[in-house]
């Protein structure tokens, strides 16, 4: 069964057309989420700083991203529905190996919770969490990936500045979230998804906003914020 306003929209260009386009908007994202966080991750390393950047914000997406991809396995979901949580799962791995490093917080902690970590994706991936419980998860993926957004939006705000936030990240992320209400809508009809992309969306569009209103601006505190781990 689809949603009401997608049946309009096969009214207007036929349901195969919107089929075809859906699946090239999902195989797009897909294809997309292999570079979505490189411009970040680059401009980390050439930079040789986080500052500005929310440890709190990249924790709680990665989580996210890890649910959601274990979602899409566990219900056999076409790869072009998900399957960008997969890559962009990694390329969050990454980032927050560099956040740790570069705010010198690599200690027994950080092991600790790589290890915690490590053992709730074998759960997750090998079939011991049942159906009802992903289901669960994927629920409260979408306050997770809400509330990811919202330390990075208030430290953009605070400090008049977006760090070393890049746009291309962003805006990528950005017109992914569209890309995917899209693809929800004809595809799937799930609306725990079409929620999560819709805040997913709000969000992004808000930080691309800020990436606006903020280019190049320089952060205040720039020593305190290196340091900070909000």
């Known amino acids: 069964t689809q949603l009401p306003n997608m049946q309009a929209l096969n009214e207007l260009v036929g349901s195969e057309v919107t089929l075809q386009i859906s699946k090239l908007l999902g195989w797009g994202v897909v294809a997309g989420s292999l570079l979505l966080k490189s411009p970040q991750i680059f401009k980390i390393v050439n930079n040789k700083s986080v500052?500005?950047?929310?440890?709190?914000?990249?924790?709680?997406?990665?989580?996210?991203?890890?649910?959601?991809?274990?979602?899409?396995?566990?219900?056999?979901l076409p790869f072009s529905t998900f399957g960008e949580s997969l890559f962009v799962w990694v390329?969050?791995?990454?980032?927050?190996?560099?956040?740790?490093?570069?705010?010198?917080?690599?200690?027994?902690?950080?092991?600790?919770?790589?290890?915690?970590?490590?053992?709730?994706?074998?759960?997750?991936?090998?079939?011991?969490?049942?159906?009802?419980?992903?289901?669960?998860?994927?629920?409260?993926?979408i306050p997770i990936f809400t509330i990811s957004k919202v330390p990075q939006i208030i430290s953009n705000f605070k400090n008049k500045s977006v760090g070393q936030l890049a746009f291309l990240t962003v805006f990528m992320a950005f017109g992914g979230s569209i890309a995917r209400i899209f693809t929800t809508l004809k595809e799937l009809s799930d609306v725990q998804l079409l929620v999560g992309y819709a805040l997913g969306a709000l969000f992004n569009g808000i930080l691309v906003l800020q990436t606006i209103l903020y280019p190049g601006a320089p952060a205040v505190n720039v020593q305190k914020a290196r340091a900070k781990k909000v």
Do not use: W
């Open 51 to 76: 500052a500005g950047i929310s440890t709190s914000a990249y924790l709680l997406e990665t989580i996210g991203y890890t649910i959601s991809a274990a979602y899409g396995l566990a219900k056999n």
């Open 91 to 141: 390329q969050n791995l990454i980032i927050m190996y560099l956040l740790f490093s570069y705010r010198r917080a690599i200690n027994g902690s950080f092991f600790l919770g790589v290890v915690v970590y490590g053992a709730f994706c074998y759960v997750l991936v090998s079939g011991l969490a049942p159906l009802h419980i992903l289901d669960l998860l994927q629920l409260m993926t």
